[in-house]
Every structure is written in C-alpha cells, then in structure tokens.
C-alpha cells in the first residue's frame, strides 16, 4: 500500500496453514520494527480462505481486499490507497507419461494444470490489477496511471512463481511444463501493455525447492512412472535442492527489483542460454535429469 504501514494478506485454501503462516509474519515484522529505524512502519496481517480456481471465492477475496483498503486508508486518512504487491504462488505439478495414460486421465490432469496454473492467475490479475494501476479520483471517476496523465509514486510489482518448467521442457511433466509455459507467455505478452514505472512482472524459475510439492505431484496420477530405488533418488535430489526460504527470497529481490524474470541453479540458467543454440542436446540432458529425478534412465 502506498503509506508508511503495510498490510499483507494470505490466500490458500487451508486455513490452519494461514494461521501458521500469520503467526510467523506477525513475529518477524514485530521483531524487525523493534530492531530497525522501520519501526514506524506498522504490518497487520489477514487471511483469506479460497480456492483460486473458483470464481465465488475469488470474489469474495476481492471483496476482502477492497475492505481493506478502505479500513487502512480510513486510519491513514488516504482515499487513494493502492494494492502495491500481488504474488501468484499457488500452483501444483503433475508426473505422468504421455502414452501410459489413457486420454481421460491424462486430460483431466492437463486440464487441471491449465485450471491452477494458468486460468486461475490470469483471473486473479483481472480482478486485481486494476486496483494496483489506477486511482480514483476525488469525483469518483477512475483515473488510469498508465495513461500517462498521473504519475504514481512507485511502480507496483506483480511476482509469478513459475518455474524452470516454465522456459524449458520438463520430461514427464508434460502438463505442467505447458501450463508454466502459457503463463509466462501470457505475462510476457501482458508485460506491454503497461508502463514500467506503473506496474512490474517478475516470472521467476526455481529448479528444484524442497517441499511438499514433489510428493503431491507424484501422486497426482496412477500413471506416474517409478522405479524401485524411488526413495533413494528423492532424497539425493532433496540433498541437492533450495530451501522454500532462499528460494522466496531471490523471488522477492527479482520482483522488487522489477526483473521481468529470475532463472535460477546452474543448470537451469546454461540450459536456459544453451537451448536456443543447441536444443537437441539441451532437451536431451533435461529429459536425463527428469527421468533420473523419479529414479529411472529414460529412452
Ligand atoms: N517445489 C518445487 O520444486 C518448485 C519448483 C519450481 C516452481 N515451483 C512452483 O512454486 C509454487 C509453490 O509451490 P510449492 O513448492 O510451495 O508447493 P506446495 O508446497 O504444494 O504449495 C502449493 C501452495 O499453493 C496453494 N494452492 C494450491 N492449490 C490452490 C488453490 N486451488 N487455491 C488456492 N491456493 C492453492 C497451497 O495452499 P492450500 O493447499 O492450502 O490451498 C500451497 O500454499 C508453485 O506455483 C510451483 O509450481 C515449485
């Protein structure tokens, strides 16, 4: 919000997870303001139980929103108050082989990839982008600030934790590298519509991050492939990977710094470089790495 106090508000579908996630926030801000010159910066902090990929509840979470830019704007004596920072993190993966699914099942899951990863954002950005780029004016009409007639006082960023799956192919995870793949071509599309100096896109690309993602993502399917050594592979890859906390924190300094994207590990950022001179091999090593990541060599 554009005031010395800020407000973050936490969606998710669990609520003892947002609970959780709150206590944590509320300690750190109180332990940051009591330590640094930023205590006059006051965080409050809410929850909002939804669903993204339902259009009630993303009504609903709008509705929240709006309830409390007013209420902060009321105690801060601003009318014009701005939601300044939006992070698209919910998403889920998917693994599964192509031709060892039947067309219902594996349609249903790339469908529901496209409906996470893809459509519920893009819906979210619809609601909630025009509360970021304009304000209204004293006579209540609207006021674009991407029309260049107002200046803003800082651009407000939007962060979409995407994924390396998001630039480059992730074997076995057909449905998700496409989803990932339309919503950073779909932000990089959206990215012109806009000034810079109004509002930002960060796509950030993390490789492999330890959470509980990896497991959904396995069971996600009854044609998930697996070998017997299963478990010894995901601990070596769990021994190679990014903590969630590292990860979010080059994601925030990405955003923050209005990087339009953020690729991250070693591996992630040559085939990143490398693909667009040596596909073949690019495509090959990644394909290695998927296979070897659910135990098993591959063609
Ligand atoms: N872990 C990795 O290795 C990795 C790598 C690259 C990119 N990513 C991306 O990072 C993001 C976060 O993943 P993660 O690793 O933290 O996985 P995670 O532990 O499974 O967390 C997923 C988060 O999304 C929320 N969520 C899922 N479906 C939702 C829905 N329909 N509505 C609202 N919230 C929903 C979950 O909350 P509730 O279940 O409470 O709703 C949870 O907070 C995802 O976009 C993923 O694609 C992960």
């Not at 790339?110 to 025009?130: C, D, G, I, K, W």
């Not at 304000?135 to 979409?160: E, H």
């Not at 992730?170 to 012109?192: D, P, V, W």
């Not at 478990?231 to 070596?236: E, L």
């Amino acid at each position: 919000m554009d005031c010395n106090c800020s407000h973050v508000i936490l969606v998710g579908r669990t609520e003892a997870t947002l609970l959780e996630t709150k206590a944590l926030l509320q300690k750190e801000s109180s332990s940051l303001s009591s330590t640094s010159a930023a205590s006059a910066t006051a965080t409050t902090v809410s929850i909002q139980r939804c669903d993204i990929t339902s259009s009630a509840d993303v009504q609903l979470l709008a509705l929240h929103v709006r309830d409390v830019l007013d209420a902060v704007g009321e105690r801060v004596g601003d009318e014009n108050l701005r939601l300044t920072h939006v992070v698209l993190n919910a998403g889920s993966g998917a693994i599964l082989r192509f031709v060892d699914s039947s067309w219902p099942e594996y349609e249903a899951v790339a469908r529901s990839m496209m409906e996470l990863n893809y459509f519920a954002n893009v819906r979210l950005l619809h609601t909630f982008l025009p509360l970021m780029t304009s304000k209204p004016s004293s006579n209540g009409s609207n006021i674009s600030s991407n029309n260049g007639s107002r200046k803003t006082t800082a651009a407000a960023r939007v962060l979409i934790v995407s994924s390396l799956a998001g630039v480059l192919p992730s074997t076995l995870r057909s449905s998700y590298t496409a989803s990932k793949h339309a919503m950073q071509g779909f932000i990089n599309a959206l990215r012109g519509e806009y000034r810079s100096d109004v509002v930002t896109f960060t796509n950030a690309c993390p490789g492999y991050v330890d959470t509980a993602f990896h497991a959904k993502a396995a069971s996600a399917s009854s044609a998930t492939p697996s070998s017997n050594n299963k478990n010894s592979t995901a601990s070596s890859h769990r021994a190679s990977s990014m903590s969630a906390s590292e990860c979010a924190r080059i994601c925030v300094a990405a955003c923050l710094n209005g990087e339009p994207e953020i690729i991250m590990t070693l591996s992630g950022k040559l085939g990143y470089w490398l693909r667009p001179l040596i596909p073949r091999v690019v495509d090959r090593l990644a394909a290695k790495k998927s296979f070897a990541s659910v135990g098993l060599k591959g063609p």
